[in-house]
């Protein structure tokens, strides 16, 4: 094989997982999938695993596919995944169980347990990162509040992307922008918050060295790369990308800065800005911001929102009674229907996990004094009329904590490709809305394994390489009056969790 510019993204999410090949022409990526996979938990006993050797033996396959098509070695091969989760290795390295996902039960009552021995705050103060149910801070806590044998056997802890970096190249390390998601690291930087852990009782030997993005793991073990028919005279590089999806995704978004607000948007939309210094103030606490890291030092400040799962619910419970929409066709309805007949609170926990989408937001319409939804077409606008208000509402709480006017918002993701949604934000918002990436996370992987190797010179250059390669759409705001006064009566369905102007201390 001759020396090539391609590099191998591997992007792994809790539903499927892909491979890329990002090719570097010297000015341009140009993506092209090599294979997709399905992932899903596993239940077993009663607990929700994840399928860690399949998704292994997927990956393997992708890289094989990627030897079969080219004559070129990859220039370099990076992963990123979903944060939290996490798997336990004993002292020869060898996987201790299959990782549980982030949805099993064995973190119920846990927030009440740890706070009753640190107060919330604190552990916000300490980490920056909001005290989540499923993160990893609340899982290994669960472990030790049922005496778990494997935290005496375990001699390495690695998260889900770097479980899979150690398989290729045996390198035990945590990549900083997905080991950020564990509420476990001090909020200062790449080191573990070993006072709290203590406090805890959590023990921190099996914690390993922290990378930052943008550097080398190691070279892809000669086994790995014998078994994928990839042979090199010199080994292919692994290299430590923005592990995090969500690190990787705004990696990827072209025109950031200080004026700049990003939404990944998708199943679940995440919104914040970029920062050099965490905010661990009582208003962000309250508000429930969290300090995530991002590529380059960066902070990420931002938060969660129930996304386009609305719809996706919606559109299951329409296939159940024999209605496949698509999502054309459903914009289509949504866009004629009559506007701000009726609102919903998207993160109420009415919509996290219903049994009946439509029946919860009827209900939830009902419970509110409002018109229920009674066509296919006023479901759907509720549902994106109702999130584009909520971006308002998060909008404006960063706003005042950074204080700045936040005057663009760039949305990423599969969400991006929704216009009606693109405008609706932009209207709700009274701000100029661009889109793209698509396929954000694979470009933001691609992205820094260029910085990595040297082909690109930064992470600002490498914006400006995927603005070049991508075809990017802007959004106007229209008829900000009405929206407004939707805004209002949003604001009483959905109040914020503190004054953004409180002046409120711990």
Same mark, same amino acid.
């Given at each position: 094989?001759?020396?090539?510019?391609?590099? !191998?993204?591997?992007?792994?999410?809790?539903?499927?997982?892909?491979?890329? @090949?990002?090719?570097? @022409?010297? %000015?341009?990526?140009?993506?092209?999938?090599?294979?997709?996979?399905?992932?899903?938990?596993?239940?077993?006993?009663?607990?929700?695993?994840?399928?860690?050797?399949?998704?292994? $033996?997927?990956?393997?396959?992708? !890289?094989?596919?990627?030897? %079969?098509?080219?004559?070129?070695?990859?220039?370099?091969?990076?992963?990123?995944?979903?944060?939290?989760?996490?798997?336990?290795?004993?002292?020869?390295?060898?996987?201790?169980? @299959?990782?549980?996902?982030?949805?099993?039960?064995?973190?119920?009552?846990?927030?009440?347990?740890?706070?009753?021995?640190?107060?919330?705050?604190?552990?916000?103060?300490?980490?920056?990162?909001?005290?989540? +149910?499923?993160?990893?801070?609340?899982?290994?806590?669960?472990?030790?509040?049922?005496?778990?044998?494997?935290?005496?056997?375990?001699?390495?802890?690695?998260?889900?992307?770097?479980?899979?970096?150690?398989?290729?190249?045996?390198? %035990?390390?945590?990549?900083?922008?997905?080991?950020?998601?564990?509420?476990?690291?001090?909020?200062?930087?790449?080191?573990?918050? *070993?006072?709290? !852990?203590?406090?805890?009782?959590?023990?921190?030997?099996?914690?390993?060295?922290?990378?930052?993005?943008?550097?080398?793991?190691?070279?892809?073990?000669?086994?790995?790369? /014998?078994?994928? @028919?990839?042979?090199?005279?010199?080994?292919?590089?692994?290299?430590?990308?923005?592990?995090?999806?969500?690190?990787?995704?705004?990696?990827?978004?072209?025109?950031?800065?200080?004026?700049?607000?990003?939404?990944?948007?998708?199943?679940?939309?995440?919104?914040?800005?970029?920062?050099?210094?965490?905010?661990?103030?009582?208003?962000?606490?309250?508000?429930?911001?969290?300090?995530?890291?991002?590529?380059?030092?960066?902070?990420?400040?931002?938060?969660?929102?129930?996304?386009?799962?609305?719809?996706?619910?919606?559109?299951?419970?329409?296939?159940?009674?024999?209605?496949?929409?698509?999502?054309?066709?459903?914009?289509?309805?949504?866009?004629?229907?009559?506007?701000?007949?009726?609102?919903?609170?998207?993160?109420?926990?009415?919509?996290?996990?219903?049994?009946?989408?439509?029946?919860?937001?009827?209900?939830?319409?009902?419970?509110?004094? *409002?018109?229920?939804?009674?066509? $296919?077409?006023?479901?759907?606008?509720?549902?994106?009329?109702? !999130?584009?208000?909520?971006?308002? +509402?998060?909008?404006?709480?960063?706003?005042?904590?950074?204080?700045?006017?936040?005057?663009?918002?760039?949305?990423?993701?599969?969400? /991006?490709?929704?216009?009606?949604?693109?405008?609706?934000?932009?209207?709700?918002?009274?701000?100029?809305?661009? $889109?793209?990436? $698509?396929?954000?996370?694979?470009?933001?992987?691609?992205?820094?394994?260029?910085?990595?190797?040297?082909?690109?010179?930064?992470?600002?250059?490498?914006?400006?390489?995927?603005? /070049?390669?991508?075809?990017?759409?802007?959004?106007?705001?229209?008829?900000?009056?009405?929206?407004?006064?939707?805004?209002?009566?949003?604001?009483?369905?959905?109040?914020?969790?503190?004054?953004?102007?409180?002046?409120? /201390?711990?």
């Amino acid at each position: 094989m001759k020396s090539g510019r391609n590099f !191998l993204a591997i992007d792994l999410g809790a539903s499927n997982g892909r491979v890329f @090949n990002a090719s570097w @022409n010297g %000015k341009t990526f140009e993506l092209r999938e090599l294979h997709r996979f399905t992932n899903c938990s596993v239940g077993i006993s009663g607990h929700l695993h994840w399928d860690v050797l399949r998704l292994w $033996t997927e990956i393997k396959n992708g !890289l094989g596919r990627y030897a %079969k098509e080219n004559r070129s070695i990859p220039a370099g091969i990076g992963i990123d995944a979903w944060g939290v989760d996490f798997a336990l290795l004993d002292a020869r390295g060898s996987l201790l169980g @299959n990782p549980y996902t982030y949805r099993d039960s064995r973190t119920e009552g846990t927030r009440a347990a740890v706070f009753a021995q640190i107060p919330e705050h604190e552990i916000f103060k300490e980490t920056g990162i909001q005290s989540w +149910q499923i993160n990893t801070l609340f899982q290994i806590f669960s472990m030790v509040q049922n005496q778990d044998a494997l935290l005496e056997t375990a001699a390495t802890m690695l998260m889900i992307p770097d479980l899979f970096t150690f398989w290729l190249t045996g390198a %035990k390390t945590i990549e900083y922008t997905v080991g950020s998601t564990s509420e476990m690291l001090d909020k200062g930087g790449p080191e573990w918050a *070993q006072k709290l !852990l203590r406090r805890l009782r959590i023990p921190f030997h099996f914690l390993p060295p922290v990378t930052k993005p943008g550097t080398a793991f190691g070279p892809l073990l000669r086994e790995i790369a /014998s078994e994928i @028919n990839i042979t090199a005279p010199t080994p292919v590089p692994v290299l430590a990308v923005a592990s995090h999806d969500t690190a990787s995704t705004v990696a990827a978004i072209p025109g950031m800065d200080l004026d700049s607000a990003f939404i990944s948007s998708g199943t679940l939309s995440i919104m914040g800005v970029e920062i050099t210094e965490p905010i661990c103030t009582p208003q962000a606490f309250h508000l429930r911001f969290s300090n995530e890291r991002g590529a380059e030092g960066s902070v990420l400040l931002l938060c969660n929102i129930t996304g386009l799962w609305l719809l996706q619910e919606c559109m299951r419970q329409w296939r159940l009674q024999g209605n496949p929409y698509t999502w054309t066709g459903l914009l289509r309805l949504a866009e004629k229907s009559k506007p701000f007949r009726s609102l919903i609170a998207p993160d109420s926990s009415d919509f996290v996990a219903p049994n009946n989408m439509l029946l919860a937001i009827r209900n939830f319409c009902k419970r509110t004094k *409002q018109p229920m939804p009674d066509t $296919t077409g006023a479901f759907a606008r509720c549902c994106i009329e109702s !999130l584009s208000l909520r971006y308002r +509402q998060v909008l404006d709480s960063l706003v005042a904590l950074t204080r700045r006017p936040l005057s663009i918002i760039r949305v990423a993701g599969g969400g /991006s490709l929704n216009r009606l949604l693109c405008q609706f934000t932009s209207n709700a918002t009274n701000r100029s809305v661009i $889109t793209g990436p $698509t396929e954000a996370s694979v470009m933001g992987n691609a992205l820094m394994q260029a910085v990595a190797t040297g082909h690109i010179k930064n992470l600002r250059e490498g914006r400006d390489v995927i603005a /070049s390669s991508i075809k990017q759409s802007v959004f106007r705001p229209q008829t900000t009056d009405t929206w407004q006064e939707a805004f209002r009566r949003f604001q009483k369905l959905s109040p914020a969790s503190v004054l953004v102007n409180s002046k409120s /201390s711990w």
